[in-house]
T-cell receptor
Framework: LAKTTQPISMDSYEGQEVNITCSHN???????ITWYQQFPSQGPRFIIQ???TKVTNEVASLFIPADRKSSTLSLPRVSLSDTAVYYC????????????FGTGTRLQVTL | NAGVTQTPKFQVLKTGQSMTLQCAQD?????MYWYRQDPGMGLRLIYY???????DKGEVPNGYNVSRLNKREFSLRLESAAPSQTSVYFC??????????????FGPGTRLTVT
């Protein structure tokens, strides 16, 4: 299984760029990297997914190096409302066997 | 378009009681999932249904049963509740396991306490 490792917590000031790195050394060829965001008392919300290189959407960017053993979620100019837990998942196409959310990274944004 | 809905929002059970958690989605998704989240922890997959008519065990299936009633609905049953099943339960759905990345949409959760 492609177990993921991410920092337990991070702090940032409002307006800064935040980069959260996830390591997944055992990623397989048909695995995709996905990130979710969870606010207290809510279900997780999908942020972004990618396979290699760089992916960008209206919320975040995802950087994946050529060896795919790690990935970095980049949140530009965070605001207080970005305070949440962020989960990195390695999802294998065609199976639910890797659908485990680790403890995630708790991001605290302050003024 | 309500997305994924779950009932009830809160429930308190006594040890040994049974109950069924209901989940429905209106996005015409093929796959549905049940997770549990314990305090300060990530989500763990209990059961999932890759498509209508199929169900499979996830990481922590013991003490639970599921039914994929139709394409829209996926229920989770606790036959004899135990204090260790005190948790927040999330239902999710996705287009399908064969979709790269398998983006999941989550419901608001059911907070269950077993005394």
């Amino acid at each position: 299984l492609a177990k993921t490792t991410q920092p337990i917590s991070m702090d940032s000031y409002e307006g800064q760029e935040v980069n959260i790195t996830c390591s997944h050394n055992n990623i397989a060829t048909n695995d995709y990297i996905t990130w979710y965001q969870q606010f207290p008392s809510q279900g997780p919300r999908f942020i972004i997914q990618g396979y290699k290189t760089k992916v960008t959407n209206e919320v975040a960017s995802l950087f994946i190096p050529a060896d795919r053993k790690s990935s970095t979620l980049s949140l530009p100019r965070v605001s207080l409302s970005d305070t949440a837990v962020y989960y990195c998942l390695v999802v294998s196409t065609g199976t639910a066997s890797k659908l485990t959310f680790g403890t995630g990274t708790r991001l605290q944004v302050t003024l | 378009n309500a997305g994924v809905t779950q009932t009830p929002k809160f429930q308190v059970l006594k040890t040994g009681q049974s109950m069924t958690l209901q989940c429905a989605q209106d996005m015409n998704h093929n796959s549905m999932y049940w997770y549990r989240q314990d305090p300060g922890m990530g989500l763990r997959l209990i059961y999932y249904s890759a498509s209508e008519g199929t169900t499979d065990k996830g990481e922590v299936p013991n003490g639970y049963n599921v039914s994929r009633l139709n394409k829209r609905e996926f229920s989770l049953r606790l036959e004899s509740a135990a204090p260790s099943q005190t948790s927040v339960y999330f239902c999710a759905s996705s287009e399908g396991l064969l979709v790269p990345g398998n983006e999941q949409y989550f419901g608001p959760g059911t907070r269950l306490t077993v005394t």
